[in-house]
């Protein structure tokens, strides 16, 4: 699985905000997702490694330069983390308060978090959790979209790293990099 590219390049001044907001107050955003069919954590967890490879956001973490400037720096990163949580249907958004009050290390990679919440055999609720400097309600929509079609093509036995992209072609889903 080849990555696509890798960044080292200053915040934007929209991206520099939300990074000094966090500092102060959590701002993370969430984007989830009702699954009715087979989605474990296996599963989840390739097609999480396969947006990962695809989408450079997801490998940076923000680095400080002097007082009043950060960079978002690329690399190898850890692998998305995914908890495993319980719940009644109707009980979600307790995970959801709980993950969105939950800071990021800003400088430690990635920037997103994966909580699979089962509600039964094959019902459960995908959340996935931002820091808000690396994504928007938008690219977070883009995001569960290739999450899903990569998910779909594990569970069909194929290799997820050659799945095609569908729907609305954007240059960079997450596309805090066209921010400023």
Known sequence: MAICQTINRRLSPMEKCLWIVDQQCCSNFLSHARVIGPLDETVLGQALKVVQARHPLLRVRIVREGRSHARFISGP???????????????????????????????????????????????????????????????????????????????????????PVKGRAVKNPLYAASRG
């Open 77 to 163: 990163a850890p692998a998305i983390p995914v908890r495993l949580a319980q719940s009644a249907s109707n009980r979600w958004t307790e995970e959801a308060e709980r993950e969105l009050n939950t800071r990021f290390d800003a400088e430690k990679a990635p920037l997103l978090r994966c909580v699979l919440i089962r509600h039964g055999m094959e019902q459960n609720t995908v959340l996935l959790n931002f820091h808000h400097a690396i994504g928007d309600g938008l690219s977070g929509a883009y995001l569960m979209r290739d999450l899903f079609v990569a998910a779909d093509t594990v569970i069909a036995g194929k290799n997820p790293s050659s799945y």
